[in-house]
């Protein structure tokens, strides 16, 4: 990334600045925010900043795709705005949600919850994963005491995730992460614990039983326990004065919680995730093949919604229940490899050397299990490439579910975790592994070459930089609008007619609609409205006038659809005007387009065609 102190800026500046951020973090791909007001999104602006990958509102959150560098415009980002979770606090006028809106609250809730520590628990899984793999080669003694140390060392961040959820859930919804924490390390107690694994009776609290369970691995019950807390820690600071707050006011929160959790919250959680987890048993011995084929096919659906995360409560519920997981883990390494190979696949058939690049190195990332960038750059874009990839994790699903494929341990989602198939007690598990994933890729990279033509990968955008065998490199720029040609000569003022200002063209456009011809920015629009400047991502600085003596009607008859600082795409409409109304009023109506920075240009070629449209080119301009 060239320049993400600019990105950062850039994406601020176009969601309302940074008294409109209400809380913001970030997963491997993307920077997730909750802003107090959505219409402030320039959602444009934010798709044409060059590091941007792709943006989406899902559940009321707008997410800006950016690639594996978002830590870095993440950390620009921060000495921007402050701490993640800092940020101004939400209106509390917002609108309440409504019923049918819990469940898209929920799943995102989960989601965004989950997205911070799962670098401790991929890093964590990938050491799981190569133990297997020692253990299974002979190479390393499970009794050992360097087996024993790596163990305690993969193993404890999935044993004690009720603390790395409970610090995430706090930031999110803006609770102290220590009392957080605090609850956790309550619901990770010892005796509890212990307990658990002698069958002790519950504990009785003043005549309320306690059920002694282990929650250590366990994800719902700390989601519902740090929910409570501050609902609880709020509801007493309305009476509790503030000086109190450090004493009274967190003692008696964490008495409330910590009881109600232990008592209720934690162990409906627990039966909950268990329910779920059986839910999905249920389903893939019921509905055998046909269960993995509708789940991995629609696992990229998931992965674009953000619901794939909100099913690593099941996975880690069956990691914990079962010591593996069917469902998501196995199936989703598959998914994240048949979108990479996709990728390569594109490389192979398109003959654009930038499509093929980006397809190269998307697609190897992919493959090493991070696949927004594949999907959105490449796949979505072209669509036939990602409707191989689903073709092929339909056909692996099914074979994952004959095959009864497990995974052992979270260790990522790509090639590198393929050791965590690895089991003693289930040694023909690797070995379905590896055909459910070679399956899978074969068939998305024979349907990607076959499917798909070379011409499906042709840029279409005006504005794109063409290099010639010579090295000399020639940027075309669409026409303005719909209408006949005339030369800037003829244009009755000598500041356009002796090029003065640079070089152009005029368009008589009788339809009224003047269109953007490149992507770039707007520097300038007139209050008049009858004139824009623009700037292209190239660098091309271009003027847009209508008509000559046009200012003297003060913006009657004319709409301007832009405003300075705007970005704007190729084809993007930027004025209105009555054309029969502005020929009433000035003798010359056509819309002037110059090139105000000609000089930086070897050579300028105007169309030579007597009419344009407005998806015709209209100037070529080179350079050495």
């Not at 609880?232 to 004493?247: A, G, Q, R, T, Y």
């Not at 003959?351 to 999907?375: C, H, V, W, Y």
């Not at 006949?484 to 008589?508: C, H, M, N, R």
């Not at 659809?561 to 009023?585: A, M, R, T």
Request: charged residues 15%.
């Amino acid at each position: 990334m060239a320049n993400s102190k600019e990105t950062a800026k850039q994406i601020l500046q176009n969601i309302g600045g940074k008294e409109n951020v209400s809380y913001f973090n970030h997963c491997m791909t993307r920077l997730r925010f909750d802003l107090n007001d959505n219409d402030k999104i320039n959602q444009t602006a934010l798709e044409n900043i060059t590091e941007v990958i792709s943006v989406q509102i899902k559940n009321g959150q707008l997410q800006v795709i950016i690639g594996l560098d978002v830590q870095k415009v993440y950390q620009e980002l921060i000495s921007l705005i402050g701490s993640a979770g800092q940020a101004s606090e939400k209106v509390e006028t917002k609108e309440r949600l409504k019923p049918k809106d819990i469940p898209n609250f929920l799943i995102e809730f989960i989601s965004s919850t989950f997205l911070p520590i799962v670098i401790a628990l991929g890093g964590a899984g990938l050491i799981k994963g190569i133990l297997a793999l020692c253990a299974s080669m002979n190479w390393l003694q499970e009794t050992s005491d360097v087996y024993t140390v790596l163990n305690i060392v993969s193993d404890a961040s999935f044993y004690f995730m009720p603390f790395l959820l409970a610090i995430s859930i706090a930031k999110r919804i803006k609770v102290n992460e220590f009392l957080a924490a605090t609850v956790a390390g309550i619901l990770m107690y010892p005796t509890l614990i212990n307990g658990a694994a002698e069958g002790a009776a519950p504990l009785s609290f003043f005549g309320i039983p306690v059920p002694l369970f282990s929650y250590a691995s366990s994800v719902i019950p700390i989601i519902l326990a740090v929910l409570l807390l501050k609902f609880v820690f709020n509801f007493l600071s309305k009476f509790i004065p503030k000086n109190f707050e450090f004493i009274i006011t967190s003692g008696l929160a964490l008495i409330i919680t910590g009881v109600v959790s232990l008592a209720v919250l934690a162990p409906a959680g627990n039966y909950l995730g268990v329910y779920i987890a059986d839910f999905f048993i249920w389903l893939y011995a019921t509905a055998g093949p046909l269960a993995g084929v509708v789940f991995l096919t629609l696992f990229p659906v998931l992965v674009m919604t953000g619901m794939a995360y909100t099913l690593l409560t099941v996975a880690f519920q069956n990691l914990g229940t079962l010591g593996f997981d069917f469902v998501l883990l196995p199936t989703m390494i598959i998914s994240n490899i048949n979108q990479g190979i996709a990728n390569l696949a594109v490389a192979i058939k398109t003959k654009n050397k930038t499509t093929r690049s980006l397809a190269i190195g998307t697609g190897f990332t992919a493959i090493l299990g991070i696949t927004e960038p594949a999907m959105y750059s490449i796949n979505l874009r072209y669509k036939k490439p990602f409707y191989a990839a689903l073709i092929g994790n339909a056909v692996a699903g099914g074979l994952s579910v004959i095959f009864n494929l497990k995974m052992f341990a979270f260790a990522g989602s790509g090639i590198l975790a393929i050791p965590s198939y690895i089991s003693s007690k289930y040694p023909e598990n690797i070995v379905n592994a590896l055909i459910c994933i070679a399956v899978g890729a074969i068939l998305t990279f024979a349907i990607t070459l076959v499917w798909v033509k070379a011409s499906d990968f042709e840029e279409e955008t005006a504005d794109t930089v063409k290099i010639d065998a010579d090295g000399l490199k020639t940027i075309n720029l669409g026409s303005v609008g719909t209408g006949d040609l005339i030369p800037i000569t003829e244009v009755p003022d000598p500041t356009f007619s002796e090029k003065i200002l640079g070089e152009g063209v005029a368009i008589d456009i009788k339809d009224g609609k003047v269109y953007s011809p490149i992507t770039g920015q707007v520097e300038v629009v007139l209050a008049s409205g009858h004139s824009v400047g623009l700037r292209s991502s190239d660098g091309v600085e271009l003027l847009i006038h209508v008509g000559v003596d046009t200012v003297d009607l003060n913006g009657k008859y004319f709409k301007t659809l832009v405003n300075q600082g705007d970005s704007v795409k190729k084809g993007d409409q930027l004025i209105e005007f009555d054309y029969q109304k502005v020929k009433e009023h000035v003798e010359f109506t056509p819309t002037i387009v110059v090139i105000t920075n000609t000089n930086s240009y070897s050579d300028v070629n105007i169309s030579t065609k007597s009419k344009v449209h407005s998806n015709d080119n209209l100037i070529s301009l080179s350079l050495n």
